[in-house]
């Protein structure tokens, strides 16, 4: 029997960190889904809905590297009223050649949120405007102040916003953020007033509403849905993808499944057979059509990300969990809060 590393979520934080090395880990990710004969099969998810829980297992292969990991995620939304966090979770390494276990990652979801954040940030370099300083975060859980620390990687934010629905909480993260990050970030109460003007916004809840009306956005933003990873979640009214100049998607197969594009579909604005471009192809240079950052006003995000175009148009990208969704909104992976 070989030898198996046994590695905790203490151990696993001195080892990796969200840095420009963590984005550009998942970025490379992005471009071998884009070019290379990557097995990545749908999410195994089960639902626990009298504890307003859920489970998901996912793996992917990708051809040239040694090992692959297999990831149990568990989301249990009301647990921050017993006083624990909403994600923890853990990933076992095998070997891609004999199939031997190699590895256990008792990471308690902390490498789900790097990534995620990283992921976030991908998309921002690739479809938000370089000159980008003003963002806004809805949520207020771990994911909100990592995505916002991510995209200080990528792009020269001076300013943030932060919502959710729990005022208090919301006030409370602005505070940790404005003192970590050496920043001016606020609470905003008001969704409309939060949104307006941000150069890039970022989703980080497991709503089943949207969050983000059509009304509230305007040319030149970019949108990242990091949290609309299941069929019954939606942060973004699907009108936005039709006044997106640009939608991107982590995949495209599983977006139309579940995330942001599958309610779009359901409610007529996208057809189920459109043309979506994967953020993966952009990375790769394979999607040059409207794909690079915009200069001049005009929406965008990444994973679910979507961008606001210069007109009354935008731009969208939208992220399910595996990867985000390009939609100049992105949709990603579960939080440690209700309201990540």
């Known amino acids: ?54 489970v998901d297992v996912k793996t992917a292969y990708v051809p040239g590297i040694d090992g692959f990991a297999i990831k149990i995620s568990p989301g249990f939304f009301d647990n921050p009223k017993l ?29 789900t949120d790097i990534r995620t954040a990283a992921a976030g940030a991908v998309a921002a370099k690739h479809l938000s405007r370089v000159d980008s300083k003003v963002a806004a975060i809805f949520g207020a859980g771990v994911q909100a102040g990592l995505q916002l620390e991510a995209l200080r990687l990528v792009r020269p934010i001076e300013e ?29 109460p008001d969704a409309a007033k939060a949104a307006a003007e941000a150069d890039i916004i970022v989703t980080t809840t497991p709503s089943t509403e949207p969050l983000i ?22 942060e973004i009214a699907p009108a936005i993808l039709r006044l997106a100049d640009l939608y991107v998607a982590d995949s495209a197969k599983q977006t139309r499944r579940l995330g942001e594009l599958h309610h779009a579909i359901e409610a007529g604005v996208m057809a189920a057979d459109a043309d979506v471009t994967e953020l993966g192809q952009i990375i790769a240079g394979k999607s040059t059509d409207d794909a690079r950052p915009a200069t001049s006003p005009s929406p965008t995000s990444p994973a679910p990300a979507c961008r606001t175009p210069r007109s009354p148009r935008s731009r969208a990208t939208a992220p399910g969990r595996p990867m985000p969704e390009p939609f100049s909104k992105a949709d990603s992976w579960p939080e440690r809060d209700p309201e990540k």
């Open 83 to 111: 006083g624990l966090p909403s994600v923890n979770g853990m990933m076992v390494l095998l070997s891609a050649k004999t199939g031997l276990i190699e590895a256990l990652l008792l990471d308690n979801g902390y490498l």
């Open 213 to 234: 009306k059509a009304g509230f956005v305007s040319a030149g933003q970019h949108i990242t849905a990091m949290g609309s990873d299941a069929e019954h979640k939606n």
């Open 160 to 188: 943030a916003r932060i919502w959710a629905r729990d005022v208090a909480k919301a006030e409370a993260t602005a505070t940790r953020l404005r003192e970590s990050l050496g920043i001016m970030v606020r609470a905003e």
């Open 1 to 54: 029997m070989s030898r198996m590393t046994i590695l905790t979520e203490a151990e696993l934080r001195k080892i990796v960190t969200l840095d420009l090395d963590a984005v550009a880990c998942v970025e490379n990710a992005f471009r071998a889904l884009a070019t290379l004969p990557v097995a990545m099969p749908p999410i195994l998810r089960l639902d626990i809905p009298e504890h307003r829980g859920e």
